[in-house]
């Protein structure tokens, strides 16, 4: 067994002799100091919390949404499909966790619930992967896709939707989504702010541009920064003649983003679009949304609930995606998720990263990364950095981008999937690469992403770049930090051409755009942006759009086509002007109070959130600097 060590900083790590005894010192140290975050993950991703913790409505809808997508079932299938390096390895990690796991007791925080440990297996492994994939990334696409169809089943302007989303809906047909019978969020709907993320940044530069002479990389995952404890798990790993570096998900095996010896990879949400609806007729248990009829596979799913009977629900299925209710007929809609293919490779290839020769050996393997949707940017020892894509998008039927239901009936659908090589990828010899969300088209130009992020801090982070020949650590350390805002340098000027004169425009007026905690400027800003927001209800559903606003991350996922109105199509609507203008002078005339008043996050347990406190586990609020459009980047979801 390896040896467990501490540094000075108190970050766990170990000496092993080999790279199996890496991967069980892995498994050990998860355990040992993450068992809570371990047990839950592997818990979730089986569809059994109502089983083993409560039978609470929102885990009982989160187990359905498990089994909806098959996820359990996927794991149980592809373990079979791993190679024997793989299993060894794996089996390696889970001997950690077992024999860290005989050490200790059951998490402290868990004892007053009687939570009853699920069993930790390679097939366990394989499905807190995809529930990581999913819940992590791909759950929000598609809470943004039924949002649209929801919209318009609240009389929104269905021109407005389609100039809105240019060119993503330009060959929709509202008239065949509102014929829709079951549109309503189905099990497991319900937006879970333990897994939202607003984005990440990457970037690298060449020896040429550092002070040292090599090539450096930064990695800045952008996770949710209130939870206890957080997501990914510092570690180091020493072996033979190389070591690991980095973060890791207590559950999963391997290093999330870091550095072994010569290379060293960060990964940015792709913002894919792998996640696509399907409108079917159905009649008779049959669906003949194609020139065919096709039978409905079912499924039958029992949903344990602890204390309780357990809850039944049936699943139909065809050859494009499953189905959200019972028994579907007439015009039903159907789902699928393209990560959840081939995830025994997506495994072994996460596996073998950290083992890793330079850039070129990293991206063979990240070829077969399917499950996570990932801009990778990488860089080694030998002076290279490259870009390379991960993940699973569909190859979509020609002139349907995704981002609205299929019409099977028409002939829209999947043709295949891109994955690997048919993926982004940047091979040339540039200075330095960026990775901020932004969208990347596939390589002969197909769609994948309709949802991505705006490029203001992908911009920002090229200005500080190219500032400097000499970047070194502390460089790095202030791009990262860096609160200037280009989203507010643009839109600044749009807000004060509607502001009537008083302390709150003069205090925007004098705004330098920097999102400083004690800046009333950043305030203002804010204050009139959201307004302005706001002001789009009358075409986008009313009443309606404004309570998605509070209870959604709507406007952090609409951010890039909601600014790319205010700056392109709000020049040309009369109507969506005075809208605005009416908003904004509304709001109080006197000057904002600094930006932490507003700007604040309270610390919440994992389990436990507001009752932390009575289990020693108390909540305490902080206030933030930067925003959705900084590199320091900042949003609150509340």
Same mark, same amino acid.
């Given at each position: 067994?390896?040896?467990?060590?501490?540094?000075?900083?108190?970050?766990?790590?170990?000496?092993?002799?080999?790279?199996?005894? /890496?991967?069980?010192?892995?498994?050990?140290?998860?355990?040992?100091?993450?068992?809570?975050?371990?047990?839950?993950?592997?818990?979730?991703?089986?569809?059994?919390?109502?089983?083993?913790?409560?039978?609470?409505?929102?885990?009982? #809808?989160?187990? /359905?949404?498990?089994?909806?997508?098959?996820?359990?079932q996927i794991g149980q299938k592809q373990a079979g499909e791993l190679s024997s390096d793989a299993r060894d390895l794996l089996s390696a990690y889970i001997d950690g966790i077992h024999t860290a796991s005989k050490k200790a007791k059951t998490p402290r925080t868990l004892r007053p619930l009687?939570?009853?440990?699920? =069993?930790?297996?390679?097939?366990?492994?394989?499905?807190?992967?995809?529930?990581?994939?999913?819940?992590?990334?791909?759950?929000?696409?598609?809470?943004?896709?039924?949002?649209?169809?929801?919209?318009?089943?609240?009389?929104?302007?269905?021109?407005?939707?389609?100039?809105?989303?240019?060119? +993503?809906?330009?060959?929709?047909?509202?008239?065949?989504?509102?014929?829709?019978?079951?549109?309503?969020?189905?099990?497991?709907?319900?937006?879970?702010?333990?897994?939202?993320?607003?984005?990440?940044?990457?970037? #690298?530069?060449?020896?040429?541009?550092?002070?040292?002479?090599?090539? $450096?990389?930064?990695?800045?995952?952008?996770?949710?920064?209130?939870?206890?404890?957080?997501?990914?798990?510092?570690?180091?790993?020493?072996?033979?003649?190389?070591? *690991?570096?980095?973060?890791?998900?207590?559950?999963?095996?391997? $290093?999330?983003?870091?550095?072994?010896?010569?290379?060293?990879?960060?990964?940015?949400?792709?913002?894919?679009?792998?996640?696509?609806?399907?409108?079917?007729?159905?009649?008779?248990?049959?669906?003949?949304?194609?020139?065919?009829?096709?039978?409905?596979?079912?499924?039958?799913?029992?949903?344990?609930?602890?204390?309780?009977?357990?809850?039944?629900?049936?699943?139909?299925?065809?050859?494009?995606? =499953?189905?959200?209710?019972?028994?579907?007929?007439?015009?039903?809609?159907?789902?699928? *998720?393209?990560?959840?293919?081939?995830?025994?490779?997506?495994?072994?290839?996460?596996?073998?990263?950290?083992?890793?020769?330079?850039?070129?050996? #990293?991206?063979? $393997?990240?070829?077969? /990364?399917?499950?996570?949707?990932?801009?990778?940017?990488?860089?080694?020892?030998?002076?290279?950095?490259?870009?390379?894509? /991960?993940?699973?998008?569909?190859?979509?039927?020609?002139?349907?981008?995704?981002?609205?239901?299929?019409?099977?009936?028409?002939?829209?659908?999947?043709?295949?999937?891109? =994955?690997?090589?048919?993926?982004?990828?940047?091979?040339?010899?540039?200075?330095?690469?960026?990775?901020?969300?932004?969208?990347?088209?596939?390589?002969?130009?197909? =769609?994948?992403?309709?949802?991505?992020?705006?490029?203001?801090?992908?911009?920002?982070?090229?200005?500080?770049?190219?500032?400097?020949?000499?970047?070194?650590?502390?460089?790095?350390?202030? $791009?990262?930090?860096?609160?200037?805002?280009?989203?507010?340098?643009?839109?600044?000027?749009?807000?004060?051409?509607?502001?009537?004169?008083?302390?709150?425009?003069?205090?925007?007026?004098?705004?330098?755009?920097?999102?400083?905690?004690?800046?009333?400027?950043?305030?203002?800003?804010?204050?009139?942006?959201?307004?302005?927001?706001?002001?789009?209800?009358?075409?986008?559903?009313?009443?309606?759009?404004?309570?998605?606003?509070?209870?959604?991350?709507?406007?952090? *996922?609409?951010?890039?086509?909601?600014?790319?109105?205010?700056?392109?199509?709000?020049?040309?609507?009369?109507?969506?002007?005075?809208?605005?203008?009416? +908003?904004?002078?509304?709001?109080?005339?006197?000057?904002?109070?600094?930006?932490?008043?507003?700007?604040?996050?309270?610390?919440?347990?994992?389990?436990?959130?507001?009752?932390?406190?009575?289990?020693?586990?108390?909540?305490?609020?902080?206030?933030?600097?930067?925003?959705?459009?900084?590199?320091?980047?900042?949003?609150?979801?509340?």
């Open positions: 067994m390896a040896k467990i060590t501490l540094n000075a900083e108190g970050i766990p790590g170990a000496h092993a002799e080999n790279i199996r005894d /890496a991967y069980r010192a892995l498994g050990y140290l998860h355990y040992a100091y993450r068992p809570l975050q371990l047990l839950l993950l592997h818990t979730s991703a089986q569809g059994r919390l109502a089983e083993l913790l409560v039978p609470k409505k929102e885990l009982v #809808a989160q187990d /359905a949404l498990m089994h909806r997508l098959e996820i359990p009687l939570f009853r440990a699920p =069993t930790i297996t390679i097939e366990t492994v394989l499905s807190a992967l995809m529930f990581s994939a999913y819940m992590g990334l791909s759950q929000s696409q598609e809470r943004m896709e039924r949002i649209i169809i929801e919209a318009l089943k609240q009389n929104a302007d269905e021109t407005f939707l389609r100039d809105f989303f240019s060119p +993503h809906l330009e060959h929709w047909n509202p008239n065949l989504l509102r014929q829709l019978t079951h549109t309503k969020p189905g099990l497991g709907f319900a937006a879970n702010p333990l897994f939202m993320q607003s984005g990440s940044n990457a970037w #690298a530069i060449r020896g040429e541009r550092s002070a040292s002479g090599y090539p $450096i990389l930064c990695g800045d995952p952008h996770l949710q920064i209130n939870q206890i404890p957080a997501l990914l798990f510092e570690t180091r790993i020493r072996f033979a003649e190389n070591f *690991w570096l980095g973060a890791t998900i207590p559950g999963l095996p391997g $290093i999330a983003v870091g550095r072994n010896k010569n290379v060293s990879w960060s990964g940015t949400f792709s913002c894919a679009d792998n996640v696509d609806f399907f409108i079917d007729d159905v009649v008779d248990g049959k669906s003949s949304g194609t020139s065919q009829a096709e039978p409905l596979l079912k499924r039958e799913i029992q949903l344990k609930r602890r204390g309780l009977s357990p809850r039944h629900v049936n699943y139909f299925s065809n050859t494009q995606g =499953t189905y959200e209710e019972s028994a579907p007929s007439g015009k039903s809609l159907s789902t699928n *998720w393209a990560g959840k293919y081939h995830v025994h490779e997506a495994m072994e290839a996460y596996m073998r990263l950290p083992c890793a020769k330079d850039v070129h050996d #990293a991206q063979k $393997i990240l070829a077969k /990364a399917h499950t996570l949707s990932l801009h990778f940017i990488l860089a080694d020892r030998d002076g290279e950095i490259c870009y390379t894509q /991960a993940g699973t998008v569909p190859k979509r039927s020609p002139k349907w981008s995704g981002l609205y239901p299929a019409d099977r009936a028409s002939g829209q659908g999947w043709d295949g999937v891109l =994955t690997g090589e048919n993926l982004p990828q940047d091979k040339t010899k540039k200075d330095f690469l960026v990775s901020a969300n932004e969208a990347r088209p596939g390589v002969h130009g197909e =769609t994948i992403s309709t949802l991505s992020q705006p490029l203001y801090r992908y911009h920002r982070i090229e200005q500080l770049l190219k500032a400097s020949q000499k970047h070194d650590r502390k460089s790095m350390e202030k $791009i990262q930090c860096d609160i200037y805002s280009l989203q507010a340098e643009k839109l600044k000027p749009i807000i004060l051409n509607y502001l009537e004169p008083s302390s709150l425009s003069k205090t925007l007026q004098a705004w330098d755009c920097r999102y400083e905690s004690e800046s009333p400027g950043a305030h203002a800003f804010e204050l009139c942006y959201h307004e302005m927001i706001k002001a789009l209800h009358p075409w986008l559903g009313g009443d309606w759009f404004k309570e998605k606003l509070k209870s959604s991350e709507l406007r952090l *996922w609409w951010c890039r086509n909601i600014d790319r109105y205010f700056l392109e199509k709000l020049p040309h609507n009369k109507a969506v002007q005075k809208s605005i203008a009416e +908003h904004l002078d509304q709001l109080p005339k006197d000057q904002p109070s600094p930006y932490r008043d507003v700007a604040q996050l309270q610390f919440k347990h994992l389990v436990w959130g507001p009752l932390g406190r009575i289990f020693g586990q108390p909540s305490r609020n902080i206030h933030m600097s930067g925003s959705r459009g900084t590199i320091q980047q900042a949003n609150s979801f509340m």
